[in-house]
């Protein structure tokens, strides 16, 4: 089934099928696209994409993708604008990305965002790598933020 599943009232997850299903993302308003993938297509309607190219692989460093995705997302939201955020699945590299973007503009706990998008999507499962590089994250938020 095709489908965006709703994260917040801005922020979509969704595999690469519904992600490009030009019908949903006029269904549900959707102004950005962000394709954290190196093969997947993008969607053919006019909206803003913006592609992170990774696999899904632990070794891979979506870390240092973290700040422009979830800055851009959050920027999209402010404006009154929505963001999907896919790849091939909908499982590891785009959960990833909206666990990230909940934990710096939503101020959530790394556990408190995972299961935020796991009650959105229940098929996510970030690989262990993304794992690590959310908790180092998480880290270096709570320092920016005077938490320790």
């Known amino acids: ?17 519904s992600a490009c299903s030009d019908q949903l993302l006029r269904q ?12 997947q ?5 006019g909206i803003k994409k913006l592609q992170i190219p990774v696999y899904d692989d632990p070794n891979e460093d979506l870390y240092s993708h973290f700040d ?8 999209e939201a402010k404006r009154g604008g929505r963001s999907v955020v896919y790849c091939k699945n909908g499982r590891s590299r785009s959960a ?3 666990i990230a973007y909940l934990m710096k503009h ?6 408190d965002s995972l299961q935020k998008v796991k009650a959105a999507r229940p098929v996510i499962e970030p690989n262990p790598g993304f794992m ?3 908790q180092r994250y998480e880290q270096e938020l709570k320092k920016k933020r005077g938490e320790s």
């Open 96 to 98: 990833t990305v909206c």
């Open 1 to 17: 089934m095709l489908q965006l599943c709703k994260v917040t009232d801005a922020l979509f997850i969704s595999n690469a099928r």
């Open 28 to 39: 549900d308003a959707v102004t950005l696209c962000i394709n954290v993938s190196k093969q």
């Open 106 to 111: 939503h101020k959530l706990t790394l556990t």
């Open 68 to 75: 422009r995705c979830v800055d851009a997302i959050h920027k």
């Open 132 to 134: 690590c590089q959310l």
């Open 41 to 45: 297509p993008f969607p053919s309607s």
